[in-house]
């Protein structure tokens, strides 16, 4: 380094003692962005991290899963049949995920430790010192095995359901679970874990969930298929894949959030640099004319960046631990509700984070130099120019025309995008194009308005402002853009998610009550004065197409399947359903099908079912949000003749208005016990709690992307303010009272949010309109109405004008001294 | 009328005190004209910051028609400045974003007295009608500066301050400039004080005063 270059350094930083406030804002600019892609990529990790252990239960592989043909649980005989072939290294597991009490959810996992075969050595085959060494050997063991049994609880799982040691949790159904004890296992998450043997009295139950083994070789599985075939079916059980594939677009989702977050962080950034070099240009010209060779002035402010740059990403990623430490149990909750995936609540650090955010805080850094050091090292850099700065330059229709070619280029490549990547491009291009399109119509609306307001001078002036104030707050509105269009659209989105669940809610779980036991008979029911109507469904799982497949047999009169439910097919389709015919099946299929599998009304597939392989017809489709699985319904009567063997599952209760407090006495009156009915209701409003909570995550984000562009709006607000202070103390050497300053000076930076909003409005909906039906079927295959509700959205535009407000008010509130300075050095400037 | 009496002004700087005005008295008739000249440094733009109630003095009284500026807070002299006061600067200072027509009318606009028929009358008399349209950046220095003017003359004030309004021109420009502004201040009925360094600027105003060492002396 030469003592130019230090000597340059030296001049250029005292720059930022002389305005900390500036220096302020490059860190807040890079710290924010850094900080928020880092939790959001720290999310992302943590969770990928879950994903690669959910193969495994308690740190034993469960690659291989078996399950039973027929039933969608395994009795306990079966496993025991299992044992004394040979396959000694299988082990029980049951999974439950349930209620507590007080609504919040629960999972809970059980097996033998008995039979779990620990660092491949069973225990009843091996020498025993492996399990003495495992977290259950010793007193551990006979505690957890033996009556009153114990819960393992782990610690931020008992945070989440405030649960203590020694206490029993208590779950809707009004069942106890054994006495909590707050410790975790490895790979145990956010499952509660009990012994097989304490379950199966818990859930007064012969069967399990499934059985789980290590990989399997070659011979055994023949071995399996050739003994146990008829009964019992081997799956290759790779959770991790499926979890990571259905998961993909919340991951990409949240990253694209992180980004934008990061995007609008560089925004700020560029803004302080740009100001600070702009600032000291005259410094810089200044030390070139006494000798700093251009050389030497940027190594300087490559010096400045690199110092800009650590500091920022070391500040990013410290704030990013507690950040993500507060979002993480959100997208826990997220993933756990919607995909069913398990996943620790707490964030995973990694240095190739630190990294990451070091090396976007340069590309951000980097972004933001080029343009104002370009200009700043420039020889000449006042060019003079007679062009009335109220119009739109050739510059900003430039880039209006990229703005429309981009709006063209989403058309065209709409029906082409056929991965998430690709869907997410198309959702940037939306974003960008906004980005572009903005400047003009600014421009545009205040020349309008001077022309409407003609007559009215201080109108006039007022809109002649805009113009004025428009290319210092440019970067920080379009910032403000990007968040609105994308605050927007995922609020469209979840909003519709939310209607979507609620109308499925409202189908599916159309019935007042769902009794469990599956051996009450229908005669039971005839004659009772409150009830209205009796269904049940069966259900037989086979696999299509890679994934599995549910037949659901469905009461033809049932209240929760009828026309109103069928999306896509001929009128008379659901009459022909109901009637079925003798040469083959005729079916509906959920939307799964059509995007995954790429069926079309009118198509066959062949299934196996008792009677042997059959063919179905697929007469139209149905909604099935959420569903990872395909399924089809099939009236029940058919069904009973293909799949005999089924044991139906439960009766679906529909009760005469006003009479559930009749219903649940008749019920018990027919001898079933209050653990074998659910009042539906309560499902109902417990899964939209469920949902909301575990949208919390999008709302936070979008709450956080907000007040960084709020951030950059108060930075380019004072960066103007300093930037324009000659012409305010001009204002007020004229006279012009303060209550007139004000409302010339705010008016622009409303109009222009003004301007924003509006811009952000159709995006926004176009922006939910591609996520609901790109992004979704791509990821899910299923799509719903969008439903773009006014409240939300004037709530977010509130919320924006008080945000701008704010920063307004705070920017303004150091104007008066500042300006009443100025005034003294009106003559001399 | 302009009236100071026994104005003290000074400036801190470190363990030095610069005396801007020390016991500083003076007067000025209405519709008289004066150049205020003076050393670099001698406190020439402070005076007149004094005078327009920009800036504040530490004893002493400054009275424009019989108002006790030194004495109106800040609101008061913000209307004061609006109704009555007219300034030019150096650096023109016009609004960017408004025709040369809307800048002329800004301050007589604000104060509520723009009358139209005076603001035709003034820009004929100024040269400037066929710029009207036209914004500041479009416009030459001399140009811009006669804008400046027809500002500060629009409202028919009482008091006029020129800070060195023709140091940005060249002396062909500054002669007709300065011209037409003492031309139009006397028609106008204003008191008009133009610092100067130029004598042969000065020659143009009806007095000459000289500002060194917190005193003013008249130069004939
Ligand atoms: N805010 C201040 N703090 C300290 N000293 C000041 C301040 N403002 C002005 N001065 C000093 O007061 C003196 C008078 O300044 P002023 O600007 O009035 O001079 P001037 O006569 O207008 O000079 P010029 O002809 O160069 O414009 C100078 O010495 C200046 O350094
Ligand atoms: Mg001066």
Not at chain 1, 182 to 205: K, N, Y
Not at chain 1, 712 to 725: D, M, N, P, T
Not at chain 2, 108 to 135: E, N, V, Y
Request: glycine share 8%.
């Amino acid at each position: 380094m030469t003592r130019v270059t230090l000597v340059t350094l030296a001049t250029t930083l005292a720059f930022y003692r002389q305005n900390p406030l500036q220096a302020l804002f490059v860190l807040v600019g890079l710290v924010l962005g850094c900080g928020l892609y880092t939790s959001v990529a720290q999310i992302n990790a943590s969770a990928e991290a879950s994903y690669a252990e959910a193969d495994q239960i308690l740190g034993v592989s469960a690659q291989w899963r078996i399950t039973d043909r027929v039933s969608t649980e395994v009795a306990v005989s079966d496993y025991i049949r299992l044992r004394r072939a040979g396959f000694t290294r299988v082990y029980p597991v049951i999974e439950k995920r349930l209620a507590s009490e007080d609504g919040a959810l629960i999972s809970i996992i059980a097996t033998d430790l008995l039979a779990l075969p620990f660092i491949g050595v069973g225990v009843g085959s091996g020498d025993g010192s492996a399990f003495e060494n495992s977290p259950f050997g010793g007193d551990s063991w006979s505690r957890l095995t033996q009556p009153p049994y114990e819960a393992w609880v782990p610690s931020q799982t008992a945070a989440r359901l405030a649960v203590t040691g020694g206490q029993q949790i208590r779950l809707r159904e009004g069942k106890r679970l054994p006495p909590a004890v707050i410790r975790s296992q490895a790979q145990q998450r956010d499952q509660i874990f009990i012994d097989l043997g304490a379950a199966l009295s818990i859930f007064e139950t012969d069967r399990v969930s499934y059985l789980a083994a290590p990989p399997l070789t070659e011979t055994e599985q023949r071995r399996f298929a050739d003994q146990f075939g008829d009964r019992l079916m081997l799956s290759n059980q790779s959770k991790a894949l499926n979890l990571a594939q259905l998961t993909q677009s919340l991951h990409t989702n949240l990253t694209a959030l992180g980004l934008l977050s990061f995007v609008v962080g560089t925004f700020i950034v560029f803004n302080a640099v740009n100001f600070s070099l702009h600032a000291r240009q005259q410094t810089l010209r200044v030390l070139r004319d006494l000798g700093a060779v251009r050389q030497a002035i940027v190594a300087a402010i490559a010096i400045e960046s690199l110092v800009w740059a650590v500091t920022g990403a070391l500040l990013g990623t410290l704030l990013a631990q507690p950040l993500s430490a507060a979002l993480m149990p959100a997208v826990a909750a997220t993933m756990q509700n919607i995909y069913g995936a398990s996943v620790s609540s707490l964030p995973v650090f990694n240095t190739g984070l630190f990294w990451e955010a070091l090396l976007l805080a340069f590309t951000g850094l980097i972004l933001a130099l080029v343009l104002p050091l370009l200009r700043a090292t420039a020889i000449s850099s006042d060019e003079f120019s007679a062009r009335d700065k109220t119009l739109p330059s050739r510059h900003d229709f430039a880039l209006a025309g990229v703005g429309l070619a981009l709006l063209l280029l989403t058309y065209v490549c709409y029906p082409i995008a056929s991965s998430v990547v690709q869907g997410f491009a198309l959702l940037s291009l939306i974003l960008f194009a906004g980005v572009a399109l903005l400047p003009i119509i600014v421009l545009l609306v205040s020349a309008l308005g001077r022309t409407v307001t003609r007559q009215y001078w201080l109108a006039r002036w007022a809109f002649a402002d805009v113009s004025l104030q428009f290319p210092h707050l440019r970067l920080a509105m379009m910032a403000l853009l990007l968040t609105l269009i994308a605050n927007i659209g995922v609020t469209s989105l979840v909003g519709s998610f939310r209607l979507a669940l609620t109308e499925w809610l409202e189908t599916r779980l159309s019935a007042d009550f769902y009794v469990t036991a599956g051996g009450v008979e229908i005669e039971s029911f005839t004659g009772q004065d409150w009830i209205r109507a009796a269904h049940r469904r069966t259900i037989a799982e086979r696999s299509y197409a890679g994934r599995t497949i549910t037949v659901v047999g469905i009461d033809v009169d049932a209240p929760d399947f009828g026309p109103d439910n069928i999306i896509d097919s001929t009128p008379d389709a659901f009459a022909r359903w109901s009637v079925g015919d003798v040469g083959v099946d005729r079916v509906f299929a959920n939307e799964q099908l059509r995007y995954l599998a790429g069926v079309e009304i009118g198509d066959t597939l062949e299934l196996e079912t008792e009677l042997g392989l059959r063919p179905f017809e697929v007469l139209g489709f149905f909604h099935d949000y959420g569903n990872v699985n395909f399924s089809l319904h099939l009236p029940s009567e058919r069904f009973e003749q293909l799949y005999a063997s089924v044991e139906p599952q439960g009766w679906g209760i529909w009760v005469h208005q006003n009479k559930h407090a009749a219903a649940e006495l008749g019920l018990s009156q027919l001898g079933l016990q209050p653990t074998q009915w659910v009042s539906q209701r309560d499902v109902r409003t417990l899964s939209l709690a469920i949902f909301d909570r575990t949208f919390a995550i999008t709302g936070a984000l979008n709450a956080l992307t907000l007040l960084v562009a709020a951030v950059a709006i108060f930075s380019s607000l004072l960066a103007a303010y300093q930037f324009r202070r000659s012409e305010y103390a001009l204002w007020r050497s004229l006279g012009m009272s303060w209550f007139g300053f004000f409302t010339v000076l705010g008016f622009p930076m409303f109009l222009i949010t003004a301007v924003v909003m509006a811009v952000a409005l159709p995006l926004g909906i176009v922006l939910s309109w591609l996520l609901i039906h790109k992004i979704n079927v791509i990821s899910f295959g299923w799509t719903m109405p969008v439903i773009v509700a006014a409240e939300p959205i004037v709530f977010l535009f509130v919320v924006v004008v008080l945000v701008v407000l704010a920063a307004f008010v705070l920017a303004s509130t150091r104007q008066q001294a500042a300006v009443n300075k100025a005034l003294k050095n009106l003559a001399g400037e | 009328m302009l009236k100071l009496k026994q104005v003290d002004k000074s400036f801190r700087d470190r363990g030095d005190v610069i005396h801007v005005a020390r016991d500083l008295s003076w007067y000025l008739g209405s519709g008289e004209s004066a150049a205020l000249m003076g050393e670099s440094g001698a406190g020439k733009t402070t005076l007149m910051n004094i005078i327009a109630g920009l800036d504040t003095v530490d004893s002493g009284e400054v009275l424009v028609d019989d108002v006790r500026i030194d004495r109106l807070n800040q609101a008061e002299l913000t209307a004061f400045r609006r109704n009555h006061i007219g300034l030019i600067f150096q650096k023109f200072h016009l609004v960017p974003s408004l025709s040369a027509w809307d800048n002329a009318a800004l301050q007589a606009r604000l104060a509520g007295a723009f009358d139209i028929d005076f603001a035709h009358h003034l820009f004929d008399m100024l040269g400037i009608d066929h710029l009207a349209h036209r914004r500041p950046s479009q416009l030459s220095g001399g140009q811009q500066q006669r804008i400046a003017i027809a500002r500060a003359l629009m409202h028919q004030p009482q008091l006029v301050l020129a800070d060195e309004p023709t140091g940005n021109l060249d002396e062909a420009t500054s002669n007709t400039v300065i011209e037409l502004l003492v031309s139009a201040a006397l028609n106008a009925g204003a008191t008009l004080v133009v610092v100067t360094h130029s004598a042969s600027i000065a020659s143009h105003l009806s007095h000459s005063f000289r500002l060194g060492s917190g005193s003013l002396t008249s130069v004939i």
